[in-house]
């Protein structure tokens, strides 16, 4: 399940607490649906908690984000000695969200790897418990912070998990050269979004890491297979013609592909 946020709404805290639990709560201490979005850091311990009937078990610096208008409870005891933040904030209106500006976000986060996360959600603890002239506002740029914070870690996670998918597709059929649009296709996105994906995993793109992954692949064949010819290392990774892979080949490693398997056969001098 995911939420859907509006940053140029502006977003209210209802109310902002951190909790500690010294012993296990009971095992429906949790059971509501709330007008507003419910967001909770998970600090210490661990819980599981369930919305609409979808459970997320939660392990320590998990973030989730339940959405406004639906249903979330708890069907076991939180672990002694867990402690959270938990924020209310307002939601959304259905016309807002249909707006373009509108950021989607996975329903649980594993936010271990920013701390930025659990900061932004201990200042808005504070300051809504805190005074002064410009609460409101303070609270609602630590709202947008925060939520940016997790934009920026969600999408970093999907283009890693984007471009593994590419990767392990091109390394399960080395035979198949794939043109990035046809890649694109397969996983459902488009040209510019593999690419990105690619170069934020590799420093590649698409075309440029399959290029290179092939031709490592063939240097690799040609010292540990000497019996292969070179047509045949062509045709097992996709190359137009053996003309076209020592082409490309001498490009990448200064040397012919004949003279690549002699340097490292141990037998250059031959």
Request: with cysteine; glycine share 4%; aromatic share 10%.
């Amino acid at each position: 399940m995911s939420i859907h946020m509006n940053l140029n709404a502006t977003h209210y805290v209802m109310a902002a607490n951190a909790h500690y639990y010294k012993v296990p709560t009971e095992e429906r201490y949790i059971d509501r649906t709330l007008p507003h979005h419910d967001l909770i850091y998970l600090v210490e311990g661990s819980w599981s908690i369930t919305e609409n009937e979808q459970e997320y078990p939660l392990q320590k610096d998990d973030c989730l984000l339940l959405s406004a208008g639906r249903h979330h409870y708890t069907r076991l005891p939180c672990a002694p000695g867990t402690r959270t933040f938990c924020i209310h904030i307002s939601g959304d209106t259905q016309a807002a969200i249909e707006q373009n500006d509108v950021i989607e976000l996975p329903t649980l986060i594993h936010a271990h790897n920013n701390p930025k996360i659990k900061k932004y959600f201990s200042e808005i603890v504070t300051v809504y418990w805190g005074k002064g002239d410009y609460k409101e506002k303070q609270l609602s740029a630590l709202l947008d912070l925060l939520f940016l914070e997790l934009r920026s870690l969600t999408q970093a996670k999907q283009d890693s998990d984007l471009a593994e998918q590419a990767i392990s597709l091109l390394t399960a059929a080395p035979h198949i050269h794939y043109t990035s649009k046809e890649m694109a296709e397969v996983l459902f996105v488009s040209t510019k979004t593999l690419d990105k994906s690619m170069v934020h995993r590799t420093g590649l793109s698409f075309h440029a890491y399959q290029k290179e992954r092939k031709l490592e692949m063939a240097a690799s064949l040609l010292v540990n297979e000497p019996d292969l010819q070179l047509r045949e290392i062509a045709n097992a990774l996709g190359f137009y013609d053996e003309f076209h892979f020592s082409k490309s080949f001498k490009q990448k490693y200064q040397l012919s592909p004949r003279g690549y398997r002699l340097k490292h056969s141990g037998n250059e001098s031959q």
